[in-house]
Each structure stands twice: as C-alpha cells, then as structure tokens.
C-alpha cells in the first residue's frame, strides 16, 4: 500500500472496504469462501435494493449510504475481489463479476473511438441509476443576510469566497497565502486577472484538500503555478485585504489562509467542519434554517449557468467541474418561472380549451 497516498479516493475506497471486511467477520465469512449472493446481501445491508434476505441487521443506527456511495463500494468491492481472483484466490467469484454490458451514449462520448465500441465492463453489485435531483440552493437574497449574521472579517471572507468563486469548502479551507495571486499580470504568467490556484495537497494539518488533483508546481522564485485556476472577483478581493489587515496572525507560519480564532489552536489553520458550522449557526440566526456551504456552489453555478445563455464549458471552467456532462445534469434545468417556458405552457394548455 505504500503507493497509494491515502487521501482523496484512496481514503473513501479505505472507508468502505473496512467496513465490508468487518460485515464479512460479522458473518464468519471471508475473502476466501464468500459467494456472489453473500456480496449481493451485503450490498442490501448498506441500501441496495436487493430482493433476498438480508440477515443480521447491519450498521444499525447509521444511515443506509446514498445512491452514489452505493455505486462506489460497488466498484471497490468489484475491485478487490478480482484482484483476488487475480492472485488465485476465489476464483469463482471473479468470473461472477468480469460481466460486460451494452455500451451508453455517455460511454461512447467518453471513449476515444467509442463509436466501434460493442460492449462494456459491467459491474452486478452496482445499484440502478438515478437521475439528480435539483440541487439544493441558497434561498434568494440569503448570502447577504447570512453575511449580515457573521461576526468576524474572516467568516465573511469565506462567504464572499464561496459566493462569487463557487469554492468547495475543503478547496477554500486549504488554500495557502501563495496560491492567491490578487492583481493584474501576476508572475505566474496563467491568468491576466486576479485568480486563485487551487491545489491538491495532502496532509494539511487541518484536514483540508481540494477535490480536483490538477498538476501543480512551487518554482525557485515562490511562485505557484499550475493547479486549478479560478477567477477571484473585487469582492473577494476587498473581503481577503480587510481580513488580512485586521485579524490574520502575524506569527503564523502554515501559510494558509483561513486560521482559527479562538481556543488552545488560535492561529492554527481553521479546519473545514468549522467553516461548515460557521455558516450553519449563521444561517439559523438568520432564519433561514440550516445553510451548507455547498449551497453557495451550487447557486453559483447555476448563475453562471444563466448568465452565459446555458454554456456548459464556461460553468464547467468557472467552477472547476471534470466535465460538461456533470454540470449539464445537476444545472442544466429549465427555470419553471422562465418566459420562454411559461408561454409554451400557456400556448399548450390555450390549445387543448
């Protein structure tokens, strides 16, 4: 395992194989002599909807894993067993799950000569899919009254940063002060106007990383460069100097950018569940209920969805997505309340009077 770095993928495959090794020593079974049906009713333990019975409740207590996390320890369970099978080890298994299915239009897309393709690998663990359900937004008008409610420069950085730069919060709690280039013509020579670098490293001492694992680099003359570049707005600028002048501990040598404020870790890097419960308090003083940080993404997405007429590559760049065909799902949704919409209707229902 020492190849693996132990973050990002690494770690939720960790998680979810742990936790089918220990269902798998519930039921005195092992890598070695579990069938396809006990890997199926495993499958059922944690959500699937699988017609067999299950057996001794499994993770009582805890929620069922979503129809995503399904689909992934179904790729980790797949894995693992064919490299057992690999090794000569259950093999019966392993023929069970080499299974190969009718390729999509999304497979072709996605393959270099899809268009020759005739089938795919499958995977029978995997649950059924399910379309997005909407995402959920910010109510209108509540980033500035959550602003309103915060009590500090830094909070309200945060919530100019997840505003105008749709950030993910693990992405924003892990920047450090060099990936911030904040003027024209910056020295790294990638972007003419004021930008962030966001980059993945691993490690932090207050558990933040970036999703995105763009190449990066620190040159000899301490310039960042590479990493996933993302346009900073003047709001953000004006919110980042009035933080930094007021409240940023001098003495601090981590170099990120977000700190804790009070406490044993004052000046410590400010981890990302406390930005989440930052805003979470924030809202509910607002009476707004319970605000998510990914809240903030998703509207701004969906803003920048709208002002660019449904462009799906400048969402894709502007928020940092893997690819058109994500943000066409979650975004890409006609707004009930549209003219263009609400005319269609009306011409409809006016034909069938």
Request: positive net charge; proline residues 5%.
């Amino acid at each position: 395992m020492a190849e693996h770095a132990g973050d990002g993928t690494d770690r939720t495959y960790a998680y979810l194989l742990v936790d089918h090794l220990r269902w798998l020593k519930h039921e005195g079974l092992t890598p070695k002599n579990v069938t396809f049906p006990d890997v199926k009713r495993y499958m059922g333990a944690v959500g699937a909807e699988v017609p067999m019975p299950l057996g001794t409740p499994w993770r009582v207590g805890k929620k069922s894993y979503s129809n995503s996390t399904l689909k992934t320890a179904a790729s980790c369970l797949k894995g693992f067993y064919l490299h057992h099978a690999d090794l000569g080890i259950n093999t019966e298994l392993g023929e069970v799950l080499k299974v190969k299915r009718l390729p999509t239009k999304a497979d072709r897309r996605r393959s270099v000569l899809g268009h020759v393709k005739r089938s795919m690998a499958g995977n029978p663990l995997a649950p059924k899919s399910q379309r997005r359900r909407h995402p959920k937004m910010l109510p209108d008008g509540a980033r500035e009254v959550v602003r309103a409610e915060v009590n500090s420069a830094r909070d309200r950085l945060v919530v100019d940063w997840l505003g105008d730069g749709g950030f993910r919060i693990g992405e924003l709690c892990g920047l450090h002060l060099a990936d911030l280039h904040l003027r024209d013509g910056a020295a790294c020579g990638e972007c003419r106007t004021p930008h962030a670098h966001v980059c993945h490293r691993a490690g932090l001492p207050n558990g933040a990383r970036a999703k995105t694992k763009y190449d990066w680099e620190l040159e000899e003359d301490g310039v960042i460069r590479g990493g996933l570049i993302k346009r900073v707005s003047p709001a953000m600028i004006h919110s980042y100097f009035d933080y930094m002048m007021g409240e940023y501990p001098r003495a601090a040598e981590h170099g990120q950018l977000l700190v804790q404020q009070h406490g044993r870790g004052r000046g410590m890097p400010w981890a990302p569940e406390g930005a989440r419960k930052m805003i979470s308090r924030a809202g509910t003083r607002a009476g707004l209920g319970r605000i998510r940080p990914h809240m903030f993404r998703h509207s701004f997405a969906t803003a920048v969805l709208d002002a660019s007429d449904g462009n799906l590559v400048v969402t894709r760049d502007a928020g940092g997505w893997a690819s058109t065909e994500v943000v066409d799902e979650i975004y890409a949704h006609v707004d009930i309340h549209d003219p263009v919409f609400d005319a269609a209707l009306r011409t409809v229902w006016g034909e069938r009077v």
